[in-house]
């Protein structure tokens, strides 16, 4: 019998989507749904893309849309295939690049299904558990730390009798979360942070957890309320099994890499130097050693992550970081932050080892994965290709400007200064000295920022989106009024809020750079179609519908 039941909704990513086989997928068939120059597109393939577009666009199965979709797959195949035999764009060297990043992190993935998730299965429990959980409103509030140091000691703190209320006072600079003792109000499932949002969903109301540690550093939870929406059928869960089961898949899969992960760290006991920390965090990871004057060999050679037997050098983690993301190697503002992501190396190097040991390169379903991933980067590729090789018509932009000038304005901007620090303590401090008059001088003296000691802190007239989370304390705030210390990506701000710019129709040198984008994506896609049109007859293409139309969206492999 169910417990507690209502529908809710769950907006599945992109990035919640696997290329491997594993939990809850069936076994890769050997039937296909078309083929495309001799190579076929897998009935498999088919099936798992299909499904999660249904998810992410909310549109119903029908066979006119299995047939548009695979349609749309052949397009894909063709379009690739002519950027690798027409324009060679397998020997591009970005393409190359993102091939062998793509590599190593199917060859990570490969791994981590074969001995973490493949070992996973999924109980009816686990269904009903998660559905009360997409169906479930929390109350909660929370102590932040950079450091588990700094955890405990706070909740040694709260152990002692110090109240929750004015320790969040303390410690938070948003002055919102601060005067709201760190109450972060009702979240629903899949709105926090995964591991804050399973220690609140596990807690008692009242009860305070032991530090938690999230994406960003540490927190000490106390649930404060739940709600539970009223009781439905048992019905109305089944309509909903298949997404429930792609969730709980999803979690289980996000918790044994992160369970493999503690154990590859605590297994090797890293040890880590102040000083390469500082290192990090002064010179960043977006650094290129091999063309950075400014690094020595010396430098180079330092030990970043101390082993037992062996040691990873700043150099290893310099060429490491190469392979990562913008956002993860934008993540290092502290040492804190220095020291996870090194942890992240060392870990991603070990699986990457591991990977190899056990013969994850040879493996078919790696291979056809890596293909499927080269077929996309060849494909991004020919529309880069295409965009790259015209340029928008000046007519054309003046055109569109006159009849669209409606559209383009230019938004509301207001200057702002700002002094930047690392600690709150010291911002506190900074804050209490301050006037309008000194401000530019102690963001002279005072800022992190780069180039405040030029600026007097001056980021000049900003917009809302160029704010982000901050707009609307910042716009909210009086011409001559400071506001902060705020907490900006573990660093905290002040800002001196001068005068204002209005809204106004843009001129069309203002709107020149929007125009000429959307007209550019207007002319590639017009090109890119014709390109498809005019090469489909180079290929033999063969489309087997019926195996479409009878393709079982509902398989699942047994657990």
């Known amino acids: 019998m169910l417990r507690l039941w209502i529908i809710g909704g769950i907006v599945f990513t992109a990035a919640a989507a696997v290329l491997w086989v594993g939990l809850g997928d069936s076994p890769r068939s050997n039937s296909y749904v078309a083929t495309v120059g ?7 393939d088919f099936r798992t893309e299909y499904s999660e577009y249904l998810l992410q666009s909310g549109l119903q199965d029908d066979l006119r849309l299995r047939h548009s979709f695979l349609d749309r797959m052949v397009d894909m195949r063709v379009l690739a295939y002519y950027g690798r035999d027409s324009l060679r764009l397998d020997q591009d060297r970005v393409i190359r690049i993102e091939r062998e990043r793509a590599r190593k992190k199917l060859l990570i993935e490969g791994y981590l299904h074969r001995v973490a998730y493949d070992t996973l299965t999924i109980s009816e429990d686990d269904l009903e558990d998660m559905f009360v959980r997409m169906n479930t409103e929390l109350s909660a509030s929370h102590l932040y730390a950079r450091s588990l140091e700094e955890a405990r000691e706070l909740k040694a703190r709260l152990d002692r009798g ?3 209320a004015d320790l969040a006072t303390e410690i938070f600079a948003d002055p919102e979360l601060a005067e709201r003792g760190g109450s972060i109000g009702y979240f629903r499932f899949d709105e926090m942070d995964p591991e804050f949002e399973n220690a609140a969903f596990s807690m008692r109301i009242g009860e305070v957890s032991e530090p938690v540690r999230t994406a960003t ?31 709980v898949a999803y979690r289980k899969r996000l918790e044994a890499r992160e369970a493999l992960r503690d154990r590859i760290v605590s297994e090797a006991s890293p040890s880590f130097d102040d000083e390469v920390l500082d290192f990090f965090v002064s010179h960043g990871l977006q650094t290129d050693a091999r063309t950075d004057p400014s690094l020595t060999s010396e430098d180079l050679s330092a030990p970043a992550i101390r082993l037992s037997g062996r040691n990873l050098t700043i150099a290893d983690v310099l060429s490491e970081a190469r392979h990562m993301s913008d956002r993860q190697r934008g993540a290092v503002v502290d040492r804190e932050s220095a020291r996870e992501l090194l942890k992240g190396v060392l870990v991603r190097l070990d699986l990457l080892r591991r990977a190899e040991s056990v013969g994850i390169p040879s493996d078919a379903e790696f291979q056809a994965s890596l293909e499927s991933v080269y077929r996309k980067q060849l494909y991004d590729g020919v529309w880069n290709h295409v965009r790259a090789n015209f340029a928008v018509p000046e007519d054309s932009v003046r055109d569109y400007y006159l009849r669209h000038a409606d559209d383009f304005t230019v938004p509301e901007r207001v200057r702002v200064r700002e002094i930047v620090v690392g600690r709150l303590e010291e911002a506190r401090s900074i804050r209490r000295s301050l006037t309008p008059a000194n401000f530019a001088a102690a963001a002279t003296a005072y800022s992190m920022r780069p180039g405040a000691d030029r600026t007097g802190g001056d980021l000049g007239y900003v917009t809302r989106s160029q704010m982000g989370v901050l707009a609307d304390q910042v ?4 011409s001559g009024e400071m506001i902060g210390p705020l907490e900006v990506k573990g660093r905290y701000a002040i800002f001196l809020v001068g005068d204002r710019q209005p809204a106004r129709p843009a001129t069309l040198q203002e709107a020149r750079d929007a125009i000429e984008a959307q007209l550019a994506t207007d002319l590639t896609r017009a090109e890119v179609e014709g390109r498809i049109s005019s090469v489909r007859r180079h290929y033999d293409i063969r489309r087997f519908r019926d195996r479409v139309e009878s393709i079982d969206l509902s398989t699942q492999a047994s657990t």
């Open 217 to 247: 550093g540490f927190s000490i939870i106390r649930l404060d309320d739940r709600r539970v929406r009223p009781l439905l059928t048992e019905y109305e869960f089944h309509t909903k099994r298949d997404r429930v089961r792609t969730y």
């Open 38 to 44: 001799g190579e076929p597109i897998a009935a498999e």
């Open 475 to 478: 716009f909210g705030a009086a």
């Open 162 to 164: 110090e109240a929750f």
